[in-house]
Structure formats: structure tokens, C-alpha cells
């Protein structure tokens, strides 16, 4: 059998999948010494946004940057508040604060781990009095939140929306992609994302002439002629050999997300005897598993456990934003009950294009002889 350490997630791998393709694309870029803003950022900002069925996509360097932008695009600043959640990696509220806002908690939905259109009502309801800003919702592990619901609450309270899609690369809901329903989107191309660069890198993507021509000038100094700042802005440009390796990379997303499905199914199957809380898909939605996460008794008894079988797992995550050191006591949040519950139980299992069907099964039959010694047993 082979014992090899199974990580929990594993871009290397992503790189060899395609390796002479990227090589390729770097040397095209090494060797046609344009390298910051050329053909290769133009090139994948167009194939980006037909992907997304949006009108533009605009690179930057990261995805908390994009987020930033996508807000300062929309005319989201000092004294707006922006409602969002705080099941989620801290960046979407480190950009919300970067760009002068006020970022107000909503609680999840348990079972999606997404904003709860519920609780967004109810929040809104309870802060009419502040300035009208925007709704960020997460697209949290691969799983699209509830946007026409979402959509609805904010078209009633005149607010814009911003979707957070760092996790969410071609995931779709009635047949709309993530990324297409807001006024505009964020994206990240961290190496481990579903569409990952070897480096940072990020876009904003919207339907709306203004916003993307605003977050151009924003991306670079504000500039609308060169060395001319016509609005403050920051230095945030997606490099050329990233956008080289992204367009390689995207030719390949949506059959890598159907590896993910396939993995999934594969998990599920093995899993669906135990006292685990598995992940369910939203209804008439196409979830792209960035992670898969489950919920589990005794998590951090079987995360030690699953490490010395050599399987990696992460927390996504272990403390709602709201508990975190730098954030506690000085954010507006109501009961954030289900965000605190989910931060307690979650465990990512082992999840890439790449890991194979024995890898699963190893997974599987570890978590099997920890919560029943007695019966270790394939599926």
C-alpha cells in the first residue's frame, strides 16, 4: 500500500498537470520582455470575463485587493457600511476595512456556511439609520450563496452588492456563474484556488462600463493618463507571466471542477455511514468544492489522529472573524450563533484536481477506524 503523506491540498500538482503548457507561457513571457500590463493580462482579462458571461475583468495582484478595488469602484468608502459574514477567511473584512467602510456581521446558514438571507434582513432592518452601502456576500467553499434572495433584500434596502468569489472559480447557480450577479466581483488566484496562479493574483469582474473603468484608474495610481493621478489610487496589477500561467490554467477549470464532483461523490459514498455532517449542494446549483468540509464530533481529536496516518487537513476556519484578536470587541455584529458553531466542528479533508481515488479511499477508511475501531472496512 502506499503510505505517502496525502496533503491537504497540493498546487504543486496543479503546476505538473500542465507543466509543458505553463513553461511555455512563462518562456513567451520571459522572452517577449513585456512584463507588467501587456498582451498576456489583456488576453486572459478577455477570455476571464466571456468564462464569467460578464462585460470586463480587470487583473490586480491579489484577491483582497480586488475586493478593495471592487468597493472603491462602486463608491464604497468612509461612512458606508458593508454587511457581510464572518464565517470567512479574514480577508473579505481586512478589504472592507482597507477601504475606509464599516464592515457589519450576518450569521451563515448551517448547512451552506453562506450569508443567511434571513439574518441579512434582519440586520438591515436594525442599522437603517446608517449610510446605504453594500452586501459582500462569500461564495464559501466552492458553494454559490443564495443571490437571488440576496439581490432581492438589497434591491428593497438600495444597497449594491459585491460577491466574493476567491473560492467560487466556475461555480454556478440556475445556470449564472458566480461572479455574475452583482454589481461587481472579487476573485483570488492564490496558488490553491480552483483557478490558481504560482503567486498572488486577483480580478475584479463586472457588467458595468463605469465600475471597471474606475477600477483601472484605481488599480494604478489613478492614473487616466500616465504619471497623472486624477483620483488617489494604489499600485495593484496583475503581472504578466501570472496572466500567462492563468490562461493556460483556465482551459483546464472546468474539467478540474468535475474531478473535484467526482472526488466528492467518492467521499460521500465512503463517508455516508459515519456520524460526520457531510456537505450538501444548494439546490439547482453547480458547487465547485474549493473545499470539502465536513462537519465532525471531536474534530481536533481527529485532525491529530488523521495527521499521524500522514492525511493534512485545515480549518477553514477556526475562528469566525468577530473572535479574532485584531477584531474582537470592535465590530457590529447581533448573535452570530451558527458562525461561532460551524468554526467549532468543520474539518477540510484533503481536496485537489489531482488526488487520486485510492488517496480517498485512505481518507476514508482512517476516519472509519477513529470513530469505529472495531470496523475498518472499504466501502
Known amino acids: ?117 434571513n439574518h441579512l434582513e434582519h440586520t438591515l432592518h436594525h442599522h437603517q439609520g446608517q449610510r446605504p452601502g453594500t452586501v459582500v456576500p462569500v461564495h464559501l467553499y466552492g458553494q454559490p450563496a443564495d443571490m437571488p434572495a440576496i439581490l432581492d433584500i438589497a434591491r428593497r434596502y438600495e444597497l449594491r452588492v459585491i460577491e466574493d468569489c476567491a473560492q467560487s472559480h466556475g461555480a454556478s447557480l440556475h445556470g449564472r456563474e458566480t461572479g455574475a450577479w452583482g454589481d461587481a466581483a472579487a476573485f483570488s488566484f492564490y496558488p490553491t484556488k480552483n483557478l490558481g496562479a504560482l503567486g498572488d493574483g486577483g480580478a475584479v469582474v463586472t457588467n458595468h462600463s463605469e465600475i471597471a473603468e474606475r477600477v483601472r484608474e484605481l488599480r494604478q495610481y489613478g492614473w487616466r493618463q500616465r504619471y497623472i493621478s486624477a483620483i488617489p489610487g494604489i499600485n495593484s496589477r496583475l503581472d504578466e507571466l501570472q496572466a500567462a500561467v492563468l490562461r493556460v490554467k483556465l482551459q483546464y477549470l472546468d474539467a478540474d471542477n468535475q474531478r473535484r464532483r467526482a472526488l466528492v461523490e467518492r467521499y460521500s459514498r465512503a463517508l455516508v455511514g459515519e456520524i460526520l455532517g457531510l456537505p450538501e449542494c444548494r439546490d439547482d446549483a453547480e458547487h465547485v468544492y474549493h473545499q470539502f468540509v465536513i462537519r465532525a464530533p471531536e474534530r481536533d481529536r481527529l485532525q491529530t489522529y488523521l495527521k499521524t496516518c500522514g492525511i493534512g487537513t485545515l480549518i477553514h476556519y477556526p475562528q469566525p472573524v468577530h473572535c479574532q484578536p485584531a477584531y474582537a470587541g470592535r465590530l457590529i455584529h447581533g448573535n452570530l450563533i451558527h458562525s461561532e458553531q460551524a468554526a467549532a466542528r468543520i474539518l477540510s479533508l484533503p481536496m485537489y484536481p489531482e488526488l487520486q481515488d485510492e488517496q480517498v479511499m485512505r481518507v476514508a477508511v482512517a476516519i472509519q477506524s477513529f470513530y469505529s475501531p472495531q470496523r475498518i472496512e472499504l466501502p
Open 1 to 117: 500500500m502506499n503510505t505517502a503523506a496525502i496533503p491537504q491540498t497540493d498546487p504543486k500538482a496543479g503546476y505538473l498537470a500542465h507543466q509543458a503548457e505553463i513553461d511555455g507561457a512563462l518562456r513567451r513571457v520571459l522572452e517577449g520582455g513585456w512584463y507588467i500590463l501587456g498582451p498576456e493580462v489583456e488576453a486572459f482579462e478577455t477570455e476571464f470575463a466571456a468564462y464569467i458571461g460578464a462585460g470586463h475583468a480587470i487583473g490586480v495582484a491579489s484577491g483582497t485587493d480586488a475586493l478593495e478595488l471592487a468597493l472603491r469602484g462602486c463608491g464604497i468608502g468612509p461612512g458606508h457600511a458593508v454587511f457581510t459574514v464572518s464565517h470567512t477567511a479574514v480577508a473579505t473584512v481586512a478589504a472592507i476595512e482597507r477601504c475606509g467602510a464599516e464592515p457589519v456581521l450576518v450569521d451563515i446558514d448551517p448547512v451552506t456556511y453562506t450569508l443567511d438571507p
